[in-house]
């Protein structure tokens, strides 16, 4: 039972441009989503975080939005740069200390 | 560098030998979670624990893993008897003492990446 799930392998994005990426959960106890950069051979790296109780949060070029009823939060990056290669994991939890996560996104910046 | 440190970054088994990964967590944190990240899946939480206590195991396969983190040293996530489905990722991660661990504050190991030939 994938409790978060990103369905987009990958995404590729052209440099300059707006990245969207994307992530649903099925369970309504969840809280708290963060967004996880990973670069090869390393660990997850954290990234921006929201609240259920707000709807949007913003970072810099990092804006997370949250949509309650639909269950659905988006990352979007503005303007994706090359060294945003990675990928991107979705996480959610319900205040315990059990991260859930999805299964990544690969963005690719194309030059 | 005192960041989370996990060694061996890479290890090699051959079914039904002991695997043993460690982690140090950073300076000043006193929790430690291990994950596991299997070929084209999201991180799964296998075990959260503190100086010498395990407080959440739910997630660690009931038979030939186990995880201590003693009073001196790393912490050590051990699988006996090695299958290949064991062939993954493991991630050690570390929070200070008294946070919410489920927010922002984990900090993550590069990882022990374990293949089972």
């Known amino acids: 039972d994938q409790q978060v799930k990103q369905n987009s392998p990958s995404l590729s994005v052209q440099e300059g441009r707006i990245s969207i990426l994307n992530c649903d959960y099925t369970?309504?106890?969840?809280?708290?989503f963060l967004w996880y950069k990973k670069y090869p051979a390393e660990g997850p790296t954290f990234l921006i975080s929201?609240?259920?109780i707000k709807d949007k949060n913003e970072d810099g070029r990092f804006t997370v939005f949250l949509n309650k009823s639909a269950k659905h939060l988006s990352l979007h990056i503005v303007p994706s740069q090359p060294g945003d290669s990675a990928v991107y994991f979705c996480?959610?939890?319900?205040?315990?200390?059990?991260?859930?996560w999805g299964a990544g996104t690969k963005l690719i910046i194309k030059p | 560098n005192a960041g989370v440190m996990q060694n061996p970054r890479h290890l090699v088994r051959r079914r039904g030998q002991e695997a043993r990964l460690r982690c140090s967590p950073m300076?000043?944190?006193?929790?430690v979670y291990w994950y596991r990240q299997l070929p084209e899946e999201g991180l799964k939480f296998m075990v959260y624990?503190?100086?010498?206590?395990?407080?959440?195991e739910s997630g660690m396969p009931k038979e030939r893993f186990s995880a201590e983190f003693p009073k001196e040293g790393p912490s050590i996530l051990r699988i006996q008897q090695v299958v290949r489905g064991d062939s993954a990722a493991y991630f050690c991660?570390?929070?200070?003492?008294?946070?919410?661990?489920?927010?922002?504050?984990?900090?993550f190991g590069a990882g022990s990446r374990l293949t089972v030939l």
């Open positions: 300076k000043g944190h006193s929790h």
């Open positions: 624990l503190q100086k010498e206590n395990i407080i959440d």
């Open positions: 369970n309504s106890m969840f809280d708290y």
């Open positions: 996480a959610a939890t319900d205040s315990n200390y059990q991260l859930i």
């Open positions: 929201i609240s259920s």
């Open positions: 991660a570390s929070s200070p003492e008294g946070t919410s661990p489920g927010a922002n504050v984990l900090t």
